[in-house]
T-cell receptor, first 110, second 117 residues
Framework: RKEVEQDPGPFNVPEGATVAFNCTYS??????FFWYRQDCRKEPKLLMS???SGNEDGRFTAQLNRASQYISLLIRDSKLSDSATYLC???????????FGKGTTLSVSS | GAGVSQSPSNKVTEKGKDVELRCDPI?????LYWYRQRLGQGLEFLIY????????KSGLPSDRFSAERTGESVSTLTIQRTQQEDSAVYLC???????????????FGPGTRLTVL
């Protein structure tokens, strides 16, 4: 089983749609969880950290379920500029490298 | 403040040549990471530095790959006798304090695109 698994998509949605991405991780000892965004031929950029209590940043909501080892990202009112690859990222333990999922590609059309 | 910078941004080399890739982390960040991303693929971890030491080199694909960090700042990734399969974007990231959950977020540089002919 891969350490971090994501549905690769692509997800093709119209502007204004709500879209949800899911991610599972295999190591129950993982401590830090993130969603990164990567635009074509660009470096990954932090979108948001994911906390146990769930967190929201504008149109973006992230949830963590430690019992199920599951992370989600919800994007409401999708914009054209949201088109990118969304990477689910887990840090096995403090002081180690990030483990990246392969990413989920989102394409928002007008 | 300045982010993570990498140089060169693009490097084209011939098979068999050695290349050096440079990373300047965010000032004050104690940890530095190298990753590789082949075209259309996910990110692969290569090596991690805490200060000038490398506690985790597990991702280096062969002994042709080496890296060093000096002054708890700049890092150089060296690939000897390059092969065509080394062609990829090499990304560097740094984090403030990887030993605390609240400060272990990694910030990436723009990458070096390496093409081996």
């Amino acid at each position: 089983r891969k350490e971090v698994e994501q549905d690769p998509g692509p997800f093709n949605v119209p502007e204004g749609a709500t879209v949800a991405f899911n991610c599972t991780y295999s190591n129950s000892a993982s401590q830090s969880f993130f969603w990164y965004r990567q635009d074509c031929r660009k470096e990954p950029k932090l979108l948001m950290s994911v906390y146990s209590s769930g967190n929201e940043d504008g149109r973006f909501t992230a949830q963590l379920n430690r019992a199920s080892q599951y992370i989600s990202l919800l994007i409401r009112d999708s914009k054209l500029s949201d088109s990118a690859t969304y990477l689910c990222v887990v840090n096995r333990e403090a002081g180690t490298a990030l483990i990246f999922g392969k990413g989920t590609t989102l394409s928002v059309s007008s | 403040g300045a982010g993570v910078s990498q140089s060169p941004s693009n490097k084209v080399t011939e098979k068999g040549k050695d290349v050096e890739l440079r990373c300047d982390p965010i000032s004050g960040h104690t940890a530095l990471y190298w990753y590789r991303q082949r075209l259309g693929q996910g990110l692969e971890f290569l090596i991690y530095f805490q200060g000038n030491s490398a506690p985790d080199k597990s991702g280096l694909p062969s002994d042709r790959f080496s890296a060093e960090r000096t002054g708890e700042s700049v890092s150089t990734l060296t690939i000897q006798r390059t092969q065509q399969e080394d062609s990829a974007v090499y990304l560097c990231a740094s984090s403030l304090n990887p030993l605390a959950v609240s400060t272990d977020t990694q910030y990436f540089g723009p990458g070096t695109r390496l093409t081996v002919l």
